[in-house]
């Protein structure tokens, strides 16, 4: 979840904010209905309701959405705003929309369970004929040349002042990303496209293809930047590219396991997928270097992974093998118990006092077994279970 802080400066970024502007400008018609998934503390929202919509369904999952309350009281369009805490993906509502609006980025498009979100979404709240803001994003890559973006990766694992080997730790960070500032001087190809999210069409999450560019100069490359280009409406677009004024989002660098020198014509070959497994995703990018003398041979071969960049235990890989036989640990058993008893008719307090008396060496007091069990409702509870 985002900070209020966080949120300011999305609105304040005047390059992405025009853009979303321009588009609900260009797609908000009196009478409108609009959705805003992950709005966050409401910008949008209110945007929509200047420009004339009739009712704007405003979801977001964070406390954020008190900031997003309290702005369309003081703007005057309380009446027309109903705000939504929760997942877009577990709400319902009465009416189709005739625009939907969203920035559920990070980084880069593929980001939680954005295009997930967005394709369901699409199905079941969009009127025939309605609209999607953002349209689509295009996703771009191109080797370069950036030992100050590589030198995150190298220091202190592979270089520290106390002589110490750590390259333990430089073989999980190198299997990572991060973001970088990247000149277009620091280009060593011309940059080729790797995908496009067409938001009004898009169903699966995971993405992979392969793209193969040739080196325009020589230069030693360190990794390649990944970013994307973001058509709000037809006409209205942003990117953040590397070379352009920095945006939100950064830029993304994904680094090589070693640097390698490269001249005019070397065959760069990168095959780059992001599978979402779970609620996050896994990338991988596995990257050959071909002579541009002779195309059969390979001057470097590396085969990166972000799973290769978390340092699992042979206990913890074992724990989410398909075929493993759980049995709850104590932890466990605790968290069982509870949500047993908030499925039936006690009160929080009532909980975290059973939870007391059954658990004693889990609690060092009842305010922090209440505090527990707080934690748990915020999570699992359904608000409209309150009772008088």
């Not at 309350?69 to 877009?88: E, F, K, M, P, V």
């Amino acid at each position: 979840m985002y900070s209020v802080s966080a949120y300011g400066a999305m609105i304040a970024d005047e390059t992405r904010m025009d853009s979303y502007a321009r588009a609900l400008d260009r797609c908000v018609k009196p009478d409108s209905v609009v959705v805003d998934i992950g709005a966050g503390t409401g910008i949008l929202a209110l945007l929509a309701c200047r420009l004339g919509a009739r009712r704007v369904y405003a979801i977001e999952p964070s406390d954020a959405i008190r900031v997003g309350r309290d702005s369309a009281h003081a703007n005057g369009y309380a009446d027309r705003i109903q705000w939504i805490q929760d997942l877009s993906t577990r709400v319902a509502l009465p009416e189709r929309a005739d625009v939907i609006v969203s920035d559920l980025r990070g980084c880069l498009p593929l980001h939680g369970d954005h295009v997930r979100a967005i394709a369901d979404a699409r199905c079941r709240f969009l009127a025939e004929g309605g609209t999607m803001i953002p349209q689509r994003d295009t996703l771009w890559l191109c080797p370069v040349e950036s030992p100050d973006s590589y030198r995150q990766y190298t220091t202190p694992w592979l270089d520290n002042p106390y002589q110490l080997d750590m390259r333990a730790g430089h073989r999980l960070v190198i299997n990572t990303w991060g973001k970088a500032r990247i000149a277009r001087e620091q280009f060593l190809a011309t940059p080729e496209r790797w995908a496009t999210l067409d938001y009004r069409t898009i169903e699966r999450p995971s993405i992979s293809a392969r793209v193969t560019c040739a080196a325009t100069r020589a230069g030693t490359a360190h990794g390649m930047s990944v970013w994307f280009d973001a058509t709000v409406a037809e006409g209205v677009e942003y990117s953040t590219a590397p070379h352009l004024k920095e945006l939100v989002y950064g830029t993304a660098f994904f680094p090589w396991s070693e640097p390698v020198d490269v001249v005019p014509g070397d065959v760069i070959t990168i095959d780059f997928r992001a599978n979402l497994v779970g609620s996050d995703y896994v990338w991988q990018w596995h990257t050959d270097v071909r002579d541009q003398a002779d195309p059969e041979r390979v001057r470097a071969s590396f085969r990166q992974s972000t799973f290769l960049g978390v340092p699992y235990s042979a206990p913890q890989l074992r724990k989410r093998a398909a075929g493993f036989h759980p049995t709850l640990s104590k932890d466990g058993q605790l968290v069982r118990r509870t949500l047993n008893l908030m499925a039936g008719d006690a009160t929080l307090e009532e909980v975290a006092t059973c939870l007391l008396g059954e658990f004693p060496d889990r609690f060092d007091s009842h305010a922090d077994a209440l505090a527990f069990v707080g934690d748990l409702s915020l999570k699992y509870s359904e608000s409209s279970r309150n009772r008088a």
